[in-house]
Structure formats: structure tokens, C-alpha cells
T-cell receptor
Framework: KAGVTQTPRYLIKTRGQQVTLSCSPISGHRSVSWYQQTPGQGLQFLFEYFSETQRNKGNFPGRFSGRQFSNSRSEMNVSTLELGDSALYLC?????????????FGPGTRLTVT | LAKTTQPISMDSYEGQEVNITCSHNNIATNDYITWYQQFPSQGPRFIIQGYKTKVTNEVASLFIPADRKSSTLSLPRVSLSDTAVYYCLVGPGAGSYQLTFGKGTKLSVIP
């Protein structure tokens, strides 16, 4: 079974621009979560989508948004980029049912804002 | 969500058993304990999860005392490839999709 894929792997943007990151979950997985990882703050939860609906949301400003499509693929958008948005953005998928959940992470997208 | 405390870093020689302890004094009744491993520039990888006593899989063992206020991840006979950051997470098992990561423990395996 193919793992979680994220595109692009690396991205360089200028402050003020916007960016869209893509995540394809493991086949059959319906839940997709997004995390931001920086050296200073560590791994922080952004949001989680299940069946095209945002189910959980972390403590990030409204510039960070996402969506999920009917095939469970998800996109994350960051508008009006700031230097502090430079980070590794990780996507994780899981089956989405109840009970204990193991999340499967992708390799991440390294975003650099200049 | 229960807060976790783990050592910032640990060193070990190849072939030794490594035990990483995590403290979670405020763990709730329905909380599970989960460990993830992360290599540089990669996403975290699930290692093991448990609720109480001992859980073992092909890569690690997880020991949880009766009061569940701490847990110990045991890695048998580590190799250089086990050099990574190890995260202890505590949270509701059922329907929990929001993982809260702490600072983790950076394990360095020395030849």
C-alpha cells in the first residue's frame, strides 16, 4: 500500500504571497490532519478533516485554512505569508473510525518564506 | 490534554537496551500512551501504544505502571539507525485525531 504523499516537497515563497500544499492519504483513509513543525515550537496541530468536513482545529490564525475533497485528498492554504511561517508542514492520515488511532505521516513539505 | 515530560536527550552505545521514561502525572482515565519516532526531515512514525501494564511489538516494549503516571519505552539492542527523536503522547484513544507533541527525546546511538 502506498504511503502518504505530499507535494511539493520543497517550496520557496516571498513574504505576502500565498501557498497551497497538497496531501494524498493512504488509500482507504478518510481522516487527514495537518501539522506545522518548527525548531522553536516543535510539532503543532493545525487541523483535521474527515469526509470533507473540518472536525478539529488547532490554535492557528485564519490565514491557515484547508479543505478535503471527496477522494480524501487534502489541501492546505496559507495566505499572506510571514517569515515565521517557514516550517516543515506534515500531513497525516488515518482510517478515521473510532477507537485507538495510529496516524501515518507523510514526508512533509519544507516551506521557506523569504 | 495531559502534559508529558521526557528527557531532552540520551546517548547510548550500539547493542545496548535503551529505556526512555515519560512522566504524565495528569493522565485521564480514558487516555492512552503513544510513542512516535522521527528522523530528520521526515514525518513521525508510530512505534507503540498502550493503556496499562506491558505492550510489546516487533520493535519496542512499553511499560506502564499501575498508577499510569509514567511510562517507559524500551528499545532492545539499539543500532545507529535508531538515532532519532522519540515523542511520548498522551491523549484520548477513541476518536483522537489531534496529536499533541511535546519536545521529545533526542536519542543518539554511538558506535
Amino acid at each position: 500500500k502506498a504511503g502518504v504523499t505530499q507535494t511539493p516537497r520543497y517550496l520557496i515563497k516571498t513574504r505576502g504571497q500565498q501557498v497551497t500544499l497538497s496531501c494524498s492519504p493512504i488509500s482507504g483513509h478518510r481522516s487527514v490532519s495537518w501539522y506545522q513543525q518548527t525548531p522553536g515550537q516543535g510539532l503543532q496541530f493545525l487541523f483535521e478533516y474527515f469526509s470533507e468536513t473540518q472536525r478539529n482545529k488547532g490554535n492557528f490564525p485564519g490565514r491557515f485554512s484547508g479543505r478535503q475533497f471527496s477522494n480524501s485528498r487534502s489541501e492546505m492554504n496559507v495566505s499572506t505569508l510571514e517569515l515565521g511561517d517557514s516550517a516543515l508542514y506534515l500531513c497525516a492520515s488515518s482510517p478515521g473510525g473510532t477507537g485507538n488511532v495510529e496516524q501515518y505521516f507523510g514526508p512533509g513539505t519544507r516551506l521557506t518564506v523569504t | 490534554l495531559a502534559k508529558t515530560t521526557q528527557p531532552i536527550s540520551m546517548d547510548s552505545y550500539e547493542g545496548q537496551e535503551v529505556n526512555i521514561t515519560c512522566s504524565h502525572n495528569n493522565i485521564a482515565t480514558n487516555d492512552y500512551i503513544t510513542w512516535y519516532q522521527q528522523f530528520p526531515s521526515q514525518g513521525p512514525r508510530f512505534i507503540i501504544q498502550g493503556y496499562k501494564t506491558k505492550v510489546t511489538n516487533e520493535v519496542a516494549s512499553l511499560f506502564i505502571p499501575a498508577d499510569r503516571k509514567s511510562s517507559t519505552l524500551s528499545l532492545p539492542r539499539v543500532s545507529l539507525s535508531d538515532t532519532a527523536v522519540y515523542y511520548c503522547l498522551v491523549g484520548p484513544g477513541a476518536g483522537s485525531y489531534q496529536l499533541t507533541f511535546g519536545k521529545g527525546t533526542k536519542l543518539s546511538v554511538i558506535p
